[in-house]
């Protein structure tokens, strides 16, 4: 009788003629091993690594009576077979590494679990959230659910794994998809071409646009024409070292070891904590042609080190980088090597909405270049008597984090909170997360009123009297304000990313739900004027003593 077993199974592109064709050139010392077991013949190929303490007895050598001796060895091994006309890879242990990235068809493993699941027995979802970054989210429901309980938010969640239990017994008893299939089956060898062949049928099934039709919200683009245009969009700015809008970052929810990240070949094995953009100035030192661009991107790496500097996970810097432009009245978003396409529908939603945000009508003074958004609002509350000061009055209620209920509050009951358009540690969905969570609170929570109305009693005289006991949402609005570029005009809504728009209009909408009017506002940037940077630091720092004093604030805590 066979036993339950979980195997890893890759479909090898077309172009792929034979085993060899599918592996890393780089890779040496492979064991070739030819497998027969009936129905199933293929090449396994087997690595075996360098013999080596543990990384746990590295951490205790010289501290342990007797000393430690123990070794181990690192196995890795490739079954690559042919079935139904095509090729497969099997991999065993971590050896999906000694694959070539572009040999294997991307999703296959997400369209056998799409097609094959049962829709009602779902494990968990890894998705990939847009907005000015990319949040990798891994869910998984304590017991088989539908899709409902994984809580996925599909105008703005890219689905890039799913889990569950298949429906047809007879393939297996779960699927875990993603690129490659994680298939738990009862099988022997002989049966693997078999179950190749038959996933292969899975995977090229349109189910899913019944089972599961958020999938083609955001869609892959897999038309060559298509793909080569965007591509030459993309490498002919990154050529001409344009950057803006370009990010790097892994493409992966990262294993727990990993700890730092290294970039080669770089001058010095460059090392760096967090990976971001300005890591694209390596392999863009020059302006290059769009082909160049490209090829320095693909020659370009980043690695995920353990805390043994050894290489855990490795990426090109193609694999790495998320842009997102316009192309032929569509949203395209290239992000993890490949290019996705909005349904028109999503976005013209999306679009429509954002113009239809209004500004709130509040005279803001310009912000100073590279300004701190906390030095901003000083300066833009002592601007105005009918202002308070509200950034960094932190509210505490029981059992609850820290809450900023804005970051300015007016005599015409507005909260405002304010954030740079671009820039900043947080994306701007902190921002409207930020505004939702002191909506509710605000509305919820007496204690929370009775709170407010001590701070804002604080921040201006006469202030508290907004914070009653008893309020109407439908008295107050808020205010979402985003420091712009000097040069910025028209509807700031309109100007964010795609994604931004999404995140936006959620918020809107949940927070006109509970009565509140809401207001999008543009705070334009002025360049500092030419002079000595003392001089001009000097009187900086004499208007923050001022506005300091005046909103009975700390100095300390204005420069924070």
């Known amino acids: 009788m066979a036993n339950t077993r979980t195997v890893t199974i890759y479909l090898l592109k077309p172009a792929i003629d034979s085993p060899k064709a599918a592996l890393r050139e780089d890779i040496d010392e492979l064991r070739e091993h030819a497998v027969d077991a009936g129905e199933t013949t293929g090449t396994l190929f087997v690595q075996e690594g360098e013999e080596g303490p543990p990384d746990w007895a590295r951490f205790l050598a010289g501290v342990t009576e007797p000393e430690l001796h123990d070794r181990t060895r690192s196995v890795k091994a490739i079954l690559i077979l042919e079935a139904a006309g095509r090729w497969f890879a099997i991999a065993f242990g971590n050896a999906r590494h000694l694959l070539k990235k572009d040999a294997y ?49 599909t105008d703005r969640e890219l689905v890039v794994s799913l889990a569950g239990q298949l429906e047809d017994g007879d393939l297996g008893k779960k699927v875990d998809g993603r690129d490659a299939v994680r298939l738990t089956a009862e099988l022997d060898p002989s049966q693997l071409s078999e179950k190749c062949a038959e996933l292969l049928r899975v995977s090229e099934l349109t189910d899913y646009r019944d089972r599961f039709p958020f999938f083609d919200t955001i869609k892959r683009v897999r038309d060559p024409e298509e793909i080569a245009r965007l591509n030459s969009k993309a490498f002919t700015a990154l050529g001409q070292r ?31 904590v967090e990976p971001e953009a300005i890591l694209l100035r390596y392999p863009l030192r020059v302006p290059r042609s769009s082909t160049d661009a490209e090829a320095e991107l693909r020659r370009f790496h980043l690695s995920g080190l353990d805390a ?13 980088l998320h842009w997102e432009t316009s192309d032929r009245g569509a949203v395209c978003v290239l992000d993890a090597g490949q290019w996705y396409r909005i349904e028109p529908s999503l976005s013209e939603d999306v679009e429509a909405f954002a113009q239809s945000l209004n500004p709130s009508g509040i005279q803001w003074p310009a912000a100073a270049l590279k300004q701190r958004e906390e030095d901003y609002c000083v300066v833009a509350a002592a601007s105005n008597s009918g202002l308070a000061l509200m950034d960094q009055r932190l509210i505490r209620l029981p059992g609850q984090t820290e809450i900023e209920a804005c970051d300015i509050f007016d005599d015409e009951r507005r909260f405002v909170h304010i954030k740079h358009r671009k820039g900043g540690s947080k994306p701007l969905s902190h921002l409207f997360a930020q505004a939702m969570v002191s909506a509710e609170c605000f509305v919820t929570e007496p204690e929370f009123r009775k709170l407010l109305e001590q701070e804002l009693e604080s921040a201006r005289t006469g202030f508290g009297q907004f914070s009653p006991e008893n309020v109407k949402a439908s008295d107050y609005s808020v205010v979402l304000a985003l420091i712009t570029s000097p040069t910025a005009t028209g509807n700031v809504a309109e100007q964010l990313p795609f994604f931004s728009k999404v995140t936006l209009r959620l918020a809107v909408k949940r927070l006109t739900s509970m009565g509140f009017d809401v207001f999008v506002d543009g705070i334009k940037t002025q360049m500092a004027p030419a002079t000595k940077k003392g001089r001009v630091a000097s009187k900086r720092q004499q208007k923050l003593r001022e506005v300091a004093k005046a909103h009975k604030v700390d100095l300390k805590t204005v420069k924070r």
């Open 105 to 153: 068809e991307r999703d296959f493993g997400l369209l056998c679990a799409l097609n094959g699941v049962n829709p009602e027995r779902l494990r968990g979802a890894e998705a990939r959230t847009f907005d000015d970054h990319v949040l990798h989210t891994l869910r998984q429901v304590s017991r088989l659910s539908s899709l409902k309980s994984l809580e996925l938010n």
């Open 308 to 320: 043994n500097g050894e290489v855990v996970d490795r990426w090109n810097f193609l694999e790495c």
């Open 242 to 272: 344009s950057f803006e809008g370009f990010d790097l970052f892994p493409p992966q929810i990262l294993s727990e070891e990993i700890v730092a990240f290294k970039v080669t070949p770089a001058a010095k094995g460059t090392t760096v």
